[in-house]
């Protein structure tokens, strides 16, 4: 997270604490201490995402080791009026060509060669990196000591919310301190939706608000309910 979106959201946390806790004695600290565990949730949210099994990464590089080198043998057919083109390409992703001053006829073919050749040099890598990945790879959780039994690669289906859960808990357990009321979802029975409501809830909604989470707060809130012990 960048300085300046840290110190908005500090912001943020800091002017929307006191209208839930009244009297709250050191709100720039609980907005410190809640930027930390998002900063953490966001890292682990990332990592999880990014757990995909090798043989996946395989096919996935091999793909576009395969587009690229389809790019190349395209890029060789295309003539003088698509090659004007390649001279502008060229010198607008590498400036420092410009000084050869592409123009006439050949320098227009010499353009489309580097163009060809950065390409193949791209497909080289890709398919180096495709190459040196070990198909037994474990998953993140295993690769981190967390036993055979949890080996499941979490970037595969649908993407976990760790930064919304775990913030979500950390939000109850402030809750919890600064009001000394375990956190609970009320559910309004007699409106269309049975929409919920609590002081927990408006607190997570505020909350998630002010970090510019964008997911549902009141199913996290809920989440975070489940998850809370008040023995932490």
Excluded at 34 to 41: A, I, P, W, Y
Excluded at 214 to 222: D, G, T, V
Aim: overall charge negative; proline content about 4%; charged content about 30%.
């Amino acid at each position: 997270m960048d300085y300046g979106k840290h110190d908005r959201l500090r912001t943020n946390l800091v002017e929307m604490l006191p209208k839930h806790f009244e009297g709250i004695k050191d709100g720039e600290g609980v907005a410190r201490e809640l930027l930390s565990h998002l900063s953490v949730s966001a890292a682990m949210e990332e990592m999880e995402s990014n757990d995909k099994p090798p043989n996946k990464d395989f096919e996935n590089l091999d793909k576009a080791a395969r587009y690229i080198e389809r790019a190349s043998s395209s890029l060789r057919r295309v003539g003088l009026h698509g090659s004007v083109g390649m001279v502008e390409i060229l010198q607008r992703v590498f400036p420092e060509m410009s000084r050869h001053g592409f123009g006439s006829a050949g320098s227009m073919q010499t353009a489309r060669g580097i163009l060809v050749d950065h390409l193949e040099k791209i497909q080289a890598e890709l398919e180096k990196a495709r190459d040196s990945i070990d198909l037994a790879g474990r998953s993140f959780n295993t690769a981190f000591g967390e036993g055979d039994e949890f080996e499941e690669f979490s970037g595969v289906g649908k993407q976990k919310k760790s930064t919304a859960r775990f913030f979500a808990l950390e939000l109850a357990y402030v809750y919890y301190a600064e009001s000394g009321k375990i956190p609970v979802v009320n559910t309004n029975p007699y409106d269309r939706g049975n929409p919920a409501y609590g002081a927990f809830f408006s607190f997570v909604s505020d909350a998630f608000e002010a970090v510019e989470i964008s997911a549902s707060p009141e199913f996290w809130a809920r989440q975070a309910c489940k998850d809370f012990s008040p023995k932490k």
